[in-house]
């Protein structure tokens, strides 16, 4: 069964500041998504991370995959307000999606 | 504009009376799928259909049915609703092999009492 754990659940982060978010996953997939939901929005996908090693990085967000860890991260620089959402990683074997439980971030000034 | 709709977006209902939510996407996509989202346990897919006929239970299928006589949609029905079905659900499409390209819905706020 795939399995898919985000850590931390719950995020408070200080404007100007550096903040990870793991996500470990359980096969050998080397699939590896990062989505975005705004409160009562559905998800906008953030990044694709296909291979292992895979750096993506839009504006203060990067995501890696590490797949012989079976880890990936997304690292937020420098917080600012608009970056408070939750946040989801999600994993793919075939054409089944499995995610995390989430990390709701908020960013205070 | 490619979108995918849900409706209703709200829906309370009680106990036992049946109920569907319909989703449609206007992008060709073969690959549609249900999730429902609960608070802490992410999104959990629920069915999801490779094409026109073809169906197939994802992780919490229980309680849930779907038909795919159309392409272009992908309702979701709960023929005996429970208040543990209370949650908001998801409707999502991609073109066949390309699960990253997931279009999601708006979701569907479903409350059973």
């Known amino acids: 069964e795939l399995k898919v754990e985000q850590n931390p659940l719950f995020l408070s982060m200080q404007e100007g500041k550096n903040y990870t978010i793991y996500c470990n996953y359980s096969t050998t997939s080397d699939r590896l998504y990062w989505y975005r939901q705004d409160p009562g929005k559905s998800l906008e996908s953030l990044f694709v991370?296909?291979?292992?090693?895979a750096v993506k990085q839009e504006g203060r967000l990067m995501a890696s995959l590490d797949t012989k860890a079976r880890l990936s991260t997304l690292h937020i620089t420098a917080a600012v307000h608009d970056l408070s959402a939750t946040y989801f990683c999600?994993?793919?074997?075939?054409?089944?999606?499995?995610f995390g439980g989430g990390t709701r971030v908020l960013v205070k000034p | 504009e490619a979108q995918v709709t849900q409706n209703p977006r709200y829906l309370i209902t009680v106990t036992g009376k049946k109920l569907t939510v319909t989703c449609s996407q206007n992008?060709?996509?073969?690959?549609m799928s249900w999730y429902r989202q609960d608070p802490g346990l992410g999104l959990r897919q629920i069915y999801y259909?490779?094409?026109?006929?073809?169906?197939d239970k994802g992780d919490v299928p229980e309680g849930y049915k779907v038909s795919r006589k159309e392409k272009r949609n992908f309702p979701l029905i709960l023929e005996s609703p429970s208040p543990n079905q209370t949650s908001l659900y998801f409707c999502?499409?991609?073109?066949?092999?390309?699960?990253?390209?997931?279009?999601f819905g708006p979701g569907t706020r479903l409350t059973v009492l």
């Open positions: 999600a994993e793919a074997a075939g054409n089944k999606l499995t």
């Open positions: 992008m060709n996509h073969e690959y």
């Open positions: 259909s490779m094409n026109v006929e073809v169906t």
């Open positions: 991370l296909l291979s292992n090693g």
């Open positions: 999502a499409s991609s073109p066949r092999g390309r699960i990253n390209e997931q279009f």
